[in-house]
């Protein structure tokens, strides 16, 4: 049974940048899409963008377009997202979501990376 | 301001039946395929519906799925207090090419 286990939480300052990890365990890695999914206090869930690891092939929502990159690492099953330019806003819990293998809908979920900007 | 419309919140009394909506556009669920999720307090989504009205396995027949048109409805039948979450409805978005969610619905089981 695949399984997403991501890094833990962080304080970022304004304007810093912050790096989630993603690791999988179980299952065939580079052959899953993965997604990054944000929810900020109280708020609902916002998709962020994802990547084929396989391909290496990133595409981002609109509005982070230049401030996040989604990199995988396939020699550790493990994928990335850095935001970049953090303000108070970007304050969320961060997940990497798998998607499910003959479906567009997100199976599998990390626990979440709780994610605070703040000076 | 979410892309999906879901009623911020909906009721019902243990052991009764609730539908939840979710409402889009031809550029998403009128041409894609709709997924809901079960959010419980403080811990990650979790996949209840695929494919408009397909369940994972472990999931209970409780839980059914439909769509028609623009807008697609989640449906809990036999209600209990451990059914008491945030449910979210999801699919791609053509035009944004994008995955979207609803604004999410918080189900209280009174």
């Known amino acids: 049974q695949v399984q997403l286990v991501q890094s833990g939480a962080e304080v970022k300052k304004p304007g810093s940048s912050v790096k989630v990890s993603c690791k999988a365990s179980g299952g065939t890695f580079s052959s899953y899409t993965i997604s990054w999914v944000r929810q900020a206090p109280g708020q609902g869930l916002e998709w962020m963008g994802r990547i084929i690891p396989i391909l290496g092939i990133a595409n981002y929502a609109q509005k982070f377009q230049g401030r996040v990159t989604i990199t995988a690492d396939k020699s550790t099953s493990t994928a990335y997202m850095e935001l970049s330019s953090l303000r108070s806003e970007d304050t969320a819990v961060y997940y990497c979501a798998r998607v499910a293998p003959i479906s567009s809908a997100f199976d599998i979920w990390g626990q979440g990376t709780m994610v605070t900007v703040s000076s | 301001q979410s892309v999906l419309t879901q009623p911020p919140s909906v009721s019902a009394a243990p052991g009764q039946k609730v539908t939840i909506s979710c409402s889009g556009s031809s550029s998403n669920i009128g041409n894609n395929y709709v997924s809901w999720y079960q959010q419980l307090p403080g811990t990650a989504p979790k996949l209840l519906i695929y494919?408009?009205?397909k369940r994972p396995s472990g999931i209970p027949d409780r839980f059914s799925g439909s769509k028609s048109g623009t807008s697609a409805t989640l449906g809990i039948t036999g209600l209990q207090t451990g059914d008491e979450a945030d449910y979210y409805c999801?699919?791609?978005?053509?035009?944004?090419?994008?995955?979207?969610f609803g604004g999410g619905t918080k189900l209280t089981v009174l």
């Open positions: 999801g699919t791609w978005d053509s035009s944004l090419s994008a995955a979207v």
């Open positions: 494919d408009n009205n």
